[in-house]
């Protein structure tokens, strides 16, 4: 795992601590799979509009774009 996907993970990680929030209340409210969020955390792989709806759901900046 590249140090750039553990600084992300980290972060969405805490955000869902901060918000009483579990991976597969994410998913349910982003509307995928709880698989597609632990894919999206383990690895890095979504599509865009899934992390752009994470990223809604957490109320962060989408920390996937690039600067």
């Given amino acids: 795992m590249s140090n750039e996907l ?37 690895y890095g792989k979504a599509s865009d509009m899934v992390k752009e709806k994470v990223s809604a759901a957490l109320e962060i900046k989408n920390p996937w774009l690039r600067n």
């Fill in 6 to 42: 553990r600084v992300i993970k980290a972060q969405v990680k805490s955000r869902l601590i901060e918000l009483g929030m579990t991976q597969t209340e994410l998913a349910d409210m982003v509307g995928v799979a709880k698989s597609v969020i632990s894919d999206l955390l383990t």
